[in-house]
């Protein structure tokens, strides 16, 4: 069937004039044959409206355990050797989040309605403990590091909102299932129809973190020296070796740390 509606995809895209949409935006995510087999990755490029039109028909599965080699997935990156691992990724279409605790779906439409992508259900998604995915596809690719700053980015709205980012989703070489669902649960995808997200307009802001201390050490001179403690009582039990020299560290190093915290 993705085949099917890829050759439909490469077919329309011939035929039809340059788009200048969101659907239009092409993103190229790698296929993998299943979960434990990371090396021969099939790069597939195709717009976000196909990728949608896919994630819109998932396949019915009757268990969501030991799915690890029986159900196909793929990742919107792209890899050194088609071999899925961190340290290979070479570039990212799309930030995915996954909410899989306390969710809210109207909360999490509402957080992210103001771009472009897509909302679905996922394989263990009921109506009394609620799971989605959220897909949010960049207006360029992005490096695996710039890609990480802008999870963190996204984690910070979230948390604002009361929702929590599944942390594993934060890996550049993440593997998502096909879209799959049980056959007694609902299954339901939602069109964010706003903007295309810019990754340089997030890149260009400090994150939260680093924009409080610098707040507050915006007064001190660079070079001055900050002598970081621990808390009296904070030892660790574990620590019986009596007191420590506490480290110091320029302010341009502190701030450097945090950036890449």
């Given at each position: 069937w993705?085949?099917?509606?890829?050759?439909?995809d490469?077919m329309?895209?011939?035929?039809?004039?340059p788009?200048?949409?969101?659907?239009?935006?092409t993103i190229?995510?790698?296929?993998?044959?299943?979960l434990?087999t990371?090396?021969?990755?099939?790069?597939?490029?195709?717009?976000?409206?196909?990728?949608i039109?896919w994630?819109?028909?998932?396949?019915?599965?009757?268990?969501?355990?030991?799915?690890?080699?029986?159900?196909?997935?793929f990742?919107?990156?792209?890899f050194?050797?088609?071999?899925?691992?961190?340290?290979?990724?070479?570039?990212?279409d799309a930030l995915?989040?996954?909410?899989d605790k306390?969710?809210?779906?109207?909360?999490?439409?509402?957080?992210?309605?103001?771009?472009a992508?897509?909302?679905?259900?996922?394989?263990?998604?009921?109506?009394?403990?609620?799971?989605?995915?959220?897909?949010?596809?960049?207006?360029?690719?992005?490096?695996?590091d710039?890609?990480?700053r802008l999870?963190r980015?996204?984690?910070d709205?979230?948390?604002?909102?009361?929702?929590?980012?599944?942390?594993?989703t934060?890996d550049c070489s993440?593997?998502?299932?096909?879209?799959?669902?049980?056959a007694?649960?609902?299954?339901?995808v939602?069109?964010l129809?706003?903007?295309?997200?810019?990754?340089d307009?997030?890149?260009?802001k400090p994150?939260?973190n680093?924009a409080?201390?610098?707040?507050v050490?915006?007064?001190?001179?660079?070079?001055?020296?900050?002598?970081?403690?621990?808390a009296?009582?904070?030892?660790?039990?574990?620590?019986?070796?009596g007191?420590k020299?506490?480290p110091?560290?320029s302010?341009e190093?502190?701030?450097?740390?945090?950036?890449?915290?």
């Amino acid at each position: 069937w993705f085949k099917a509606l890829l050759k439909a995809d490469r077919m329309m895209s011939a035929e039809a004039p340059p788009q200048l949409g969101w659907r239009d935006r092409t993103i190229t995510l790698t296929r993998w044959k299943n979960l434990v087999t990371p090396e021969g990755g099939q790069r597939v490029t195709i717009t976000f409206a196909t990728f949608i039109k896919w994630i819109s028909t998932p396949v019915t599965i009757d268990r969501v355990e030991g799915l690890e080699t029986i159900l196909g997935g793929f990742s919107l990156a792209m890899f050194e050797g088609d071999y899925r691992e961190a340290k290979r990724c070479l570039t990212l279409d799309a930030l995915v989040l996954d909410y899989d605790k306390q969710v809210k779906l109207d909360t999490i439409l509402s957080l992210w309605g103001g771009y472009a992508g897509v909302l679905h259900t996922t394989k263990k998604h009921t109506d009394a403990a609620p799971r989605c995915r959220v897909v949010l596809p960049y207006t360029r690719e992005v490096t695996p590091d710039e890609h990480a700053r802008l999870w963190r980015w996204a984690v910070d709205r979230s948390v604002g909102q009361g929702q929590e980012v599944d942390k594993s989703t934060k890996d550049c070489s993440r593997f998502w299932f096909d879209p799959s669902k049980l056959a007694e649960a609902p299954y339901q995808v939602v069109e964010l129809s706003g903007a295309l997200l810019n990754p340089d307009e997030v890149l260009a802001k400090p994150p939260a973190n680093l924009a409080v201390l610098d707040f507050v050490l915006s007064k001190a001179s660079p070079g001055d020296e900050l002598t970081v403690t621990r808390a009296e009582g904070a030892r660790s039990p574990r620590d019986r070796s009596g007191p420590k020299a506490a480290p110091s560290f320029s302010l341009e190093q502190l701030l450097q740390e945090i950036a890449n915290a």
